[in-house]
């Protein structure tokens, strides 16, 4: 196919991730001449990258490839992502769906669309992802103010309701030389804030000789970055030295995001995870006394085969105790060669939106209650590249979502800002 002149769509589900990665993927078509357009403005190629973290992660990435097919019925289909390593084969059957690269080939678009003098009509590209040894780098710039940047791919946790290694293989990750490099190149590019994200991220080195904490002392002397954030990390890999290294960095914001999963040992041991709940209050407490103005996210998942009542009301009244700051909060789903699906007890539906919604409201006060906190001091706030409602937005150093009427001199500036109840923005 010849590249020069087609226009491509980009559609990403997921995490931050899969937007670093399809980034990646945009920027290696444009080289080849391909010029980027909305999903709305009939694009000639699509590439979909999708999401398998649940089964209805998986039902919308089904939904939206047949919603585009059935839109632009002439446009080529390529389909990317974790869905597209674990379920090809179910992709393929979907009629209109052109090409589906596993997670080794995901990089390789442009090569497989250039390799046929005419497009294939079906054709899949897939590996054994415990052969995956390779590690693409990959970032986001163009999009926002902000770059996601791959350091960490694949996990070798097992966790019993997880499918992310069968996605994405063995841990692996970049070297710190590499990371440097890509902090370096996305600077020039007028980006002002970088996070390091990764499927687990503190894994960062496994198998060389460096480490997460090296790699976090070489970005903290990175001249040409202005500030850092950390994605995701297992309350296990978060330890005392990279909180203290954090909490007196120059560039290193006080944000953290730390899974959770469940409040209750007994279902930590189902679930398999590498860490008590004692020893993760443990880590919340020494956040607060390093960084008491730290935001604090946690993920947890709601409805887990084998979570009793008891349980989860044993989970609730434990994260109701925590000082943080928000929830992620997932409805348990059951994923096939999952370890989860041999625990026979489990959460009827209705039961589990149940705990869904008790978790979100208590979300939604722990939220309102940290940000209320900050009511008339004025942070550093990292102006958005974007026009929403004739507002401006941006993020505190300590990630608090915020707003102003829109002034173009702002764009892309860190600049102090008094905050007041009106200013919050609640995505």
């Not at 069968?166 to 440097?180: H, N, P, W, Y």
Request: proline share 3%; charged share 25%.
């Amino acid at each position: 196919m010849i590249l020069k002149g087609k226009k491509a769509a980009y559609i990403t589900l997921g995490c931050k991730l899969n937007f670093s990665e399809t980034s990646t993927i945009k920027h290696s078509l444009e080289e080849a001449g391909v010029i980027t357009v909305g999903e709305k403005e009939g694009a000639d190629i699509f590439i979909i990258n999708t999401c398998s973290v649940t089964d209805m992660a998986e039902h919308k990435g089904r939904q939206l490839i047949r919603k585009i097919i059935h839109r632009y019925p002439h446009a080529y289909i390529v389909v990317v992502g974790c869905y597209a390593q674990l379920r090809a084969k179910e992709i393929l059957e979907i009629t209109g769906v052109n090409l589906v690269l596993g997670a080794a080939e995901k990089f390789k678009v442009r090569q497989h669309l250039e390799a046929y003098n005419t497009p294939v009509e079906r054709e899949i590209h897939s590996c054994d992802i415990f052969q995956l040894s390779g590690f693409d780098l990959a970032y986001s710039f163009g999009d926002r103010t902000r770059c996601f940047l791959k350091i960490q791919d694949g996990c070798d946790y097992f966790c019993t309701y997880c499918t992310i290694p069968f996605a994405r293989g063995k841990s692996r990750s970049a070297s710190i030389a590499q990371v440097l490099q890509a902090v370096k190149t996305v600077a020039l590019k007028g980006i002002k804030e970088v996070i390091l994200t990764g499927v687990n991220t503190g894994d960062f080195g496994r198998g060389s000789s460096e480490s997460f904490r090296e790699l976090l002392v070489a970005l903290d002397q990175c001249a040409e970055m202005e500030r850092f954030r950390i994605s995701s990390i297992e309350p296990n890999l978060l330890t005392d030295e990279i909180l203290q290294f954090v909490a007196s960095s120059r560039k290193f914001m006080p944000h953290f995001h730390i899974p959770l999963q469940s409040g209750n040992n007994e279902v930590l041991q189902l679930m398999k995870r590498r860490y008590t709940r004692e020893l993760f209050a443990e880590k919340i407490n020494k956040i607060r006394q390093l960084c008491p103005d730290a935001f604090i996210g946690v993920d947890v998942i709601a409805g887990m085969r084998g979570e009793t009542e008891a349980h989860f009301e044993d989970t609730y009244r434990f994260i109701e105790n925590l000082d943080i700051s928000q929830l992620h909060v997932f409805p348990y789903s059951e994923r096939a060669g999952t370890k989860a699906l041999e625990i026979p007890e489990t959460v009827l539906p209705q039961e589990k939106h149940r705990r869904v919604n008790l978790l979100l409201k208590l979300s939604e006060a722990k939220l309102s209650h940290f940000y209320q906190r900050f009511i008339g001091q004025t942070r550093p706030v990292l102006w958005e590249d974007n026009l929403v409602n004739g507002m401006i937005c941006g993020f505190t150093d300590n990630y608090i979502r915020v707003e102003s009427p829109y002034q173009a001199e702002w764009k892309n500036q860190i600049l102090p800002f008094t905050l007041k109840t009106e200013t919050f923005r609640k995505e």
